[in-house]
């Protein structure tokens, strides 16, 4: 046993070398994208991130941080710190997998081990823990600062932890392996919450080993008790601590007068004597009655007890474990109930570290997400109530109208929550109001039109439902006096097993298994993000020939080949394990129970709408983990297949029966053993040879320097408006770790619309003052002004606009709607002035600097906004202003009246819909203008002659040229390129949009200058005689000529695909410069990007061509638009314009080339004409004339069948513009 263990300990830390070596040079060097950024920045600086907070994790990640020799080194330490938590993962995993083959394989008591025994259990757990470490997503978490690393870690260490309690469970202090899951459960809890998932494996452990005569009635109360114990710990002792906490605070504060937190204080000091007294009492067993008090004490004032919202529950809980202690139970069972008390007791340490949020938040540091600084906001923050309620067993259709009363207002349930009041002057003592909480307002719906296990059930997702599953089958139901059509169940259940399982998990799944398609993220088409084996007949019937796929996919480095090598091991595993006698079926639920409660239990709670923001297979790593376990017993079983079928043939042979042993079989059981171990072993590093391209991000530098490009591109002092993950965490990080441009204020728009933001952006941080505005503290408090109502009802119920014509000053129209009240218990409230100005005083405009003196003329006297005009406002929103525009138009409209000081931008990725308000011309905002990798707000329409030469389009230039950081890709060569998966590319690509239109800016200028020097006694336009000359126009050209030969050179086109578009705009701005400067080298380089651009997607026209008529229908919107559409017929329109006789040519070479342009424009334009698509009219109508000259005969055909070409083609463009 002594050589055993040598050989089990020493392998395992060479495969945790392995591990680490592996993830070491893999580490992404900075900060990733999505919420690693938000992560890292907390863990340096323990700052409160978004609910439900990771505190375990932010110590860990301070610890790791200190070992940074400078700031830009935080993140590649926290990130080592993952890597290093993964690579512990595997070892446990390697360990956890020897275990249970030794368990299979080996008798009990047997001392000594075969080599043959040894190699198989060691090839197993070699197989396994290599196959889940070099697997998909867990290698996608272990090289980036975030928790599911650490999670992986504590699951791995949780399930390792109850195996060694198996191995000792009969030894004498055996209990402390449970108390030290326990600890590790409740630091888990304080890292993400998917630990609580293992304990139906742990209880079905521990039933299996203390009952030697195991039933399957016994199994299933094993797992009902495990899922009692998941549900006291999640419903009960989670929140429920804080519950009791919240009404100890309410006492204290609001009747005993004491300040804030004093509450709480008290209660954790009370909870601490309690656990010491408990634990006290259980050891000395002096007093049975003080046992008794002192575990229903400590058990009632844990919290566990209080499960759901009604204090019905908790007492009777209380009552029946009094009755027990006190009335039923005659002996007390000191081992259970002291175990018991333990285990609150260590859970309550690790979740004890909340307290770490509670007290940063007092802190106030810059990054302060819901502002959990008392222990109501806390509450509302571990419970995620921002991000609202999902239906789970029962609910309400994307098609059930809300109820509603006699007077039309819509029925509803409100819980109330307490909220810290706001204080009129700072001697007001401490106060808790209680308001309504809107977050948890519960709105009552027809029960004919609810059904059980709703997952059809998101009134805003009904279009995502219908695109995803292409038809819904309805029924029509009654709700009073109108009728709804309602999904049936069968679609409900339908769209579960059809895309909640099979696309959002066994995808997943069959994407570490299996292989992967690519790494570009899929919403159900047949070419982005499926899962492949690599076996032609497989993937070509679902797929299409994908030896047609275009070059850019086939070389996609997401494309992982495993043929399902690992998904046959661990189906041989699986199979082996469940057969194999008594103790191979138990463990065989044993890990079905891990791995179905961390894979397809999550997606049932998770009730996942269609067309997530990102992928989410990280959600399930724990799923992935257990079937690893039967990839590595997949070796064993292999052997034994082997064997079982050298059996058979040799005892056919010589005539014996299936069961006994030949010599034959004993001639080659060692090189069956060799072989097995063989091939379990080629398994991961085939997976390997496949992963890890599309796995080292070692050299690149996306999120931080792109975050900065951002934060450069807006001048000292300014505000930068952005919206979601990766505009919004690459900044902070940026601001708050490396310490870059903390002048500048980020403003997120989707918090702007919460009072805790609200009073944030009031505070200054670190270089950045408090943000002008007119809203004080009490504006938004206590949930008023949510939303502004641009219109009242008349007497007869109709809607009527609030003073539509009247048009008056932004501040005087904001100042009214601060001033109303809100309708009770429902945060709306009467936006009077929709129709407003922004007055500008040039004088001020010119004195900051904003724009050169000798344009002073230029600069408007205000800046019209009106909302009824606001296409976003007027459609999406029902004509109601949110607070988050409400607050963003007080902010602009403040810094406007303080003459600029703080210039405000939008970033270039948030949707328009956050500044739609201003006026819009031919597609273009007036007042806003590119500055980089942001849009400013300008005093001058940069629509109209009159903005030429105001400073804007040098500044974006300067910006680009001088501050701009490429990421990594400005060392790139085609052999070496930093690996950018589909959101690192999409944001290269964000960037490059960036430049294009600066440079695009700049042409537009110089031509505007041009046309005014030739013109300008008709235009009669005041500028200055500066850019009326040919040096100005010049240096207009030769600028865009040099952004755009940057771009070329730091973003290359080989390191990161562009999309069609951006390639065309590029090549279209150098046919521009050419033909205006005569510079054949600009005509070359136009040409070089068209030709490229062309002949590349002509590979995906005849892929799109060798399709099917179904899978057509499975493509992307620009597929759509590329192929029926005739996208890329217009693209060859566009470059026979600018250089004819090259695309005259390239034209005979692509149709030689088999890709039939002709055939393409027909069915593009039968399309057209079936289907009266106006967004297509304008393409086809503009490449005719083209495809005419090259197919004369074709053409003339084709007009006489459909004599209405031209007819119908003209109505639909009308239409279009229209």
Not at 237 to 256: D, H, W
Not at 276 to 286: A, L, P
Not at 708 to 732: A, H, Q
Not at 803 to 826: C, D, F, H, K, M
Request: net charge neutral; with cysteine.
């Amino acid at each position: 046993m002594k050589k055993y263990n040598l050989i089990n300990n020493s392998l395992g830390w060479v495969i945790f070398a392995i591990a680490t070596v592996t993830y070491m040079l893999t580490l992404e060097p900075t900060a990733s994208f999505w919420d690693c950024g938000e992560f890292i920045s907390q863990g340096y600086k323990l700052e409160v991130g978004h609910p439900p907070g990771n505190p375990i994790f932010m110590l860990t990640a301070n610890f790791f941080t200190h070992f940074a020799s400078s700031p830009s080194q935080v993140a590649l330490c926290v990130n080592a710190m993952s890597g290093l938590l993964s690579a512990g993962c595997i070892l446990l995993l390697f360990w956890t997998v020897t275990h249970l083959v030794r368990r299979l394989i080996t008798k009990d008591g047997q001392e000594e081990y075969s080599w043959m025994q040894i190699a198989l259990i060691m090839g197993s757990g070699v197989c396994g823990a290599l196959a889940y470490a070099w697997s998909d997503t867990f290698w996608f978490s272990a090289v980036e600062g975030e928790v599911y690393a650490f999670s992986s870690f504590c699951t791995a260490l949780t399930f390792w932890l109850i195996l060694k309690w198996e191995n000792r469970s009969e030894e004498p202090h055996s209990d402390r392996y449970l108390v030290a899951i326990a600890y590790v459960i409740g630091v888990s809890v304080a890292v993400h919450l998917l630990n609580l998932l293992c304990i139906p494996a742990i209880i079905l452990v521990i039933y299996y080993k203390k009952f030697k005569e195991t039933t399957a009635k016994g199994s299933l109360i094993a797992l009902l008790i495990s899922f009692g114990i998941i549900v006291f710990i999640l419903f009960g002792l989670v929140p429920g601590f804080v519950e009791i906490a919240q009404y100890s605070e309410l006492l204290f504060v609001n009747k005993f007068g004491m300040p804030f937190n004093t509450g709480v204080i008290a209660y954790a000091l009370i909870f601490v004597g309690l656990l010491v007294w408990t634990v006290y009492s259980f050891h000395k067993q002096s007093s049975a009655n003080q046992m008794r008090w002192s575990f229903l004490l400590t058990t009632f004032f844990s919290g566990i007890l209080f499960i759901g919202s009604s204090m019905l529950i908790p007492i009777v809980l209380t009552a029946a474990l009094a009755f027990y202690l006190f009335g039923v139970c005659k002996k007390i069972p000191v081992r259970i109930l002291y175990n018991t008390a333990l285990y609150i007791a260590v859970i309550f340490v690790g979740y004890s570290s909340y307290a770490l949020i509670l007290i940063r938040s007092n802190a106030q540091t810059p990054m302060d997400q819901n502002s959990p600084d008392n222990v109501f906001a806390l509450g509302s923050y571990l419970n995620r109530e921002q991000y609202g309620k999902t239906p789970l067993l029962y609910g309400p259709t994307y098609a059930s109208p809300v109820e509603r009363d006699d007077t039309g207002a819509a029925v509803m349930t409100k819980a109330s929550k307490y909220v810290k009041e706001v204080k009129a002057s700072p001697d007001e003592p401490d106060r808790y109001k209680e308001i309504d909480d809107n977050y948890n307002t519960e709105y009552s719906y027809p029960s004919s039109t609810k059904m059980l296990f709703p997952r059809l059930y998101d009134s805003s997702a009904k279009d995502k439902y219908l695109r995803c599953m292409g038809t819904i089958d309805t029924h029509p139901v009654e709700t009073g006096s109108s009728v709804v059509d309602v999904p049936t169940f069968s679609e409900n259940i339908r769209y579960f097993f059809q895309y909640q399982l099979n696309y959002m998990y066994w995808r997943y799944f069959l994407w570490n298994f299996a292989g992967r398609q690519n790494d570009l993220q899929g919403q159900g088409e047949i070419n982005h993000g499926n899962w492949i084996s690599g076996i032609p007949f497989i993937d070509n019937a679902r797929l299409g020939d994908q030896d047609m796929l275009p070059d850019d996919l086939k070389n996609n480095p997401g494309r992982n080949v495993f043929y399902m090598l690992p998904l046959l091991l661990g189906l041989i595993g699986l199979l082996w394990q469940a057969y194999c006698g008594k103790r191979g079926i138990e463990q065989f639920w044993v890990v079905f129970f891990l791995f179905f409660m961390t894979g397809i239990a999550i997606v049932l709670y998770l009730n996942q709408t269609p067309e997530q923001p990102r992928e989410r297979d990280y959600a399930y790593a724990g799923s992935f983990y257990a079937f690893a376990i039967w990839i590595g017993m997949g070796v064993t079983g292999l052997y034994k297949l082997l064997l079982y079928a050298v059996r058979k043939v040799s005892c056919k042979k010589e005539g014996k029966n299936g069961f006994e042993v030949t010599d034959a079989e004993k001639k080659v059981r060692p090189a069956l053993v060799v072989a097995a171990v063989a091939f379990g072993i080629f398994v991961p590093l085939q997976m390997v040879s496949q992963t890890w391209d599309d796995h080292d991000r070692s050299g690149r530098y996306a999120c931080r320097d792109f975050g900065m490009n951002y934060l450069s591109s807006v001048d000292k002092d300014g505000i930068i408006f952005t919206s979601g993950d990766n505009d919004t965490f690459p900044l902070w990080y940026a601001q708050e770790v490396e310490g870059y441009r903390t002048d500048v204020r980020v403003v997120n728009m989707s918090y702007l619309a919460t009072d805790w933001y609200m009073a944030q952006m009031r505070r200054p941080a670190y270089g950045s003052a408090p943000l002008p505005m007119q809203a004080n503290a009490q504006t938004f408090a206590y949930d008023q002004h949510l939303f502004g109502l641009l219109y009242t009802y008349d007497v007869d119920g109709n809607p009527s606009f609030n003073n539509p014509n009247r048009q008056v000053s932004a501040l005087t129209s904001i100042a009214n709607y601060y001033s109303l009240p809100s309708a009770e218990g429902s945060g709306d409230t009467s936006f009077n002035y929709p129709n407003m100005f922004i007055p500008i005083d040039r004088a001020k405009i010119v004195a900051n600097g904003v724009v050169p003196a000798d344009m002073r003329n230029n600069v408007d006297s205000n800046i019209p906004v009106n909302l009824l005009k606001d296409q976003y406002i007027t459609s999406k929103d029902g004509y109601t202003l949110s607070s988050a525009k409400a607050m963003q138009l007080d902010i602009i409209s403040s810094m406007v009246a303080q003459g600029w000081k703080r210039p405000a931008y939008f970033a270039i990725t948030i949707p328009d819909e956050y500044y739609s308000y201003f006026e819009n011309q031919d597609g273009g905002y007036k007042f806003t203008t590119s500055a980089g990798m942001a849009y400013a707000l300008t005093p001058i329409n940069m629509l109209a002659y009159k903005s030429i030469g105001s400073g804007y389009t040098d500044k974006a230039y300067r910006n680009i040229t001088e501050h701009y950081r490429w990421g990594g890709l400005d060392k790139a060569t085609p052999g070496n390129v930093p690996y950018y998966d589909e959101t690192a590319a999409r944001m290269v690509n964000s960037t490059r949009i960036s430049i294009v239109e600066a440079a695009q800016n700049l042409i537009k200028e110089a031509e505007m200058a041009a046309d005014l020097k030739e013109h300008n006694d008709s235009l009669k336009v005041d500028v200055p005689a500066r850019v009326m000359t040919d040096g100005f126009i010049a240096d207009r050209y030769n600028k865009a000529r040099t952004l755009l030969h940057l771009m070329e050179q730091k973003l290359p086109w080989f390191a990161v695909n562009a999309s069609f578009s951006i390639i065309e705009d590029t090549a279209s701005a150098y046919f521009t410069i050419a033909h205006a400067t005569g510079n054949s080298d600009d005509m070359k380089r136009g040409s070089q990007l068209m030709e490229q651009l062309l002949t590349n997607y002509a590979q995906y026209m005849r892929y799109y061509n060798s399709l099917s008529a179904d899978l057509k229908g499975c493509l992307t919107n620009i597929d759509d638009y590329l192929y029926q559409d005739a996208g890329y017929l217009k693209l060859f329109e566009t470059y026979m314009l600018a250089n004819p006789s090259a695309a005259k040519k390239l034209f005979v070479k692509l149709d030689k080339q088999g890709l039939n342009l002709w055939y393409g424009f027909e069915r593009a334009a039968l399309r057209v004409l079936h289907s009266s698509s106006a967004s297509a009219a304008q393409n086809i109508v503009y490449s005719f004339p083209t495809y005419a000259r090259m197919f004369p005969k074709e053409a003339q055909d084709f007009l006489m069948k459909h004599d209405n070409f031209y007819t119908v083609m003209t109505q639909l463009m009308e239409q279009s513009n229209s």
